[in-house]
């Protein structure tokens, strides 16, 4: 017996028919899971198969770097903080940096790398250098995710590479998402980055939403065969905020366009799916049932080879795809069955694309989009992350400090060989720009 979930097929037919809209209802075993929230309140807006089990993909990434924000936090590591590749980094599958075995790099370097170019060989080096191990990271994130409620999901790895015992649900995805604006506003920028520069390579956020959507601010798209182009997403339109998060889509572009659906309804005055009180987040149940599978729809035989990639292609000006009826589901207007065969107007605007923010191998070089999350120390030594074995009670030990010395706070300078700052107190201009969210077109 499954357990009850928040409302059945003849409730969403109801709630559908009062809003003065028609759709197909999409039955159980294609249902991709959806799910709208605020980010303030929790208040759910829209919900459906938001507890059905699902493969993450790269939105794991968003674990991953909860887990390295809570170890900047707890003064374990700080932003400046050197972590090293090993082999195992290195060989990794893409997406990829593609770094030698060795190569080091600071922590917030690699979580902007994490978060633009969704790299699996950086996500490894992440967890090596601050769990000891791969599994002992993922030990770390499912420490996290039980803490943090999130009672549908287990994690195997950092990066979210196919892997049956790795899987979550929207509503622990929107969770997660949650946690992260409210436990850690100082990284607000990092998902939100619309590109990032490597010398004179510059690589754009897979997340289309950021170039393509009226105030979108964040967070993580992901893509394996299995799981479908998904993406947990925010956007913010007068002072409210809201989080979707949606799974499966066939390609990015149905993906983007259901999430800019969902959005534009809920930026709507007083809307809510639900006829009387809405749910809130936490009372919404996670299903016990086999993750869901899109492989032969979204990589089948005939089909061309989809990548998380994918979003730096063209953009669609109109689309006739609806996944699994969203796009009617939350449009004010009712189409007309013409134009319900038709290609609708696109919901996402012109490209606009931001200017790269800088990464880097090496020491840190004075910029910081992290400054406040770490606690302050003294002494002017570069903190270097040491591979550190899991105890018996799976407590990491504690990272190494090159020199033996903490690091300097942000109100006093840490000295470079070449005489200027290290690391992040600014001079003027020091200090990376915050990204905006995108403009209004």
Not at 25 to 47: I, K, M, N, R, Y
Not at 264 to 286: V, Y
Request: glycine share 10%; net charge positive.
């Amino acid at each position: 017996m499954l357990p009850t979930v928040w409302f059945d097929s003849a409730v969403w037919r109801r709630g559908l028919a009062g809003l003065g809209l028609a759709v197909a209802v999409a039955t159980q075993a294609t249902a991709a899971p959806t799910l709208l929230v605020d980010a303030h309140s929790g208040e759910v807006l829209f919900q459906r198969e938001a507890g059905r089990p699902w493969y993450p993909a790269s939105v794991t990434k968003l674990m991953t770097t909860y887990v390295a924000l809570s170890e900047m936090r707890a003064g374990h590591v700080r932003p400046e903080t050197l972590i090293t590749f090993s082999a195992n980094a290195e060989a990794q599958d893409p997406s990829k940096m593609g770094f030698k075995a060795g190569t080091q790099l600071t922590l917030e370097n690699a979580l902007r790398m994490l978060m633009v170019k969704s790299a699996n060989d950086v996500a490894v080096t992440i967890a090596e250098n601050l769990g000891g191990s791969v599994e002992g990271f993922a030990a770390q994130m499912n420490a996290h995710a039980q803490r943090l409620g999130m009672t549908g999901s287990h994690f195997a790895n950092p990066h979210g590479l196919p892997n049956p015992e790795q899987f979550t649900t929207a509503r622990d995805m929107a969770v997660l998402a949650r946690a992260l604006i409210r436990d850690f506003p100082e990284a607000e920028a990092l998902f939100r980055l619309p590109a990032i520069k490597l010398g004179k390579i510059k690589m754009r956020n897979h997340n289309g939403l950021l170039h393509r959507y009226d105030g979108a601010d964040g967070m993580k798209t992901g893509f394996i065969c299995a799981s479908g182009f998904n993406v947990v997403a925010t956007a913010t339109r007068g002072g409210r905020r809201l989080i979707a998060v949606v799974f499966g889509g066939a390609t990015a572009n149905d993906r983007n366009e259901t999430a800019a659906a969902l959005f534009e309804r809920g930026f709507q005055p007083s809307f809510s799916f639900f006829a009387s009180s809405p749910p809130r987040l936490d009372q919404l149940d996670n299903v016990a049932s086999e993750p869901g599978d899109m492989r032969d729809v979204v990589c089948g035989k005939g089909r061309k080879r989809a990548t998380e990639n994918d979003d730096d292609g063209p953009a669609a000006a109109a689309s006739n795809s609806d996944p699994d009826g969203i796009y009617a589901a939350v449009r004010v207007d009712r189409p007309t069955p013409s134009q319900t065969a038709a290609a609708r107007p696109s919901l996402l605007g012109p490209v606009v694309l931001g200017d790269a923010v800088p990464v880097y191998l090496g020491p840190a070089r004075g910029d910081t989009l992290l400054a406040g999350i770490a606690p302050g120390g003294s002494g002017g030594a570069v903190q270097v992350a040491v591979p550190r074995r899991i105890a018996p009670t799976a407590i990491p030990v504690t990272a190494g400090v090159a020199g033996g010395r903490g690091l300097g706070s942000s109100a006093g300078a840490v000295s470079s060989p070449s005489g200027g700052n290290a690391y992040a107190p600014a001079s003027v201009g020091a200090t990376v720009p915050l990204p905006p969210p995108r403009p209004r077109f």
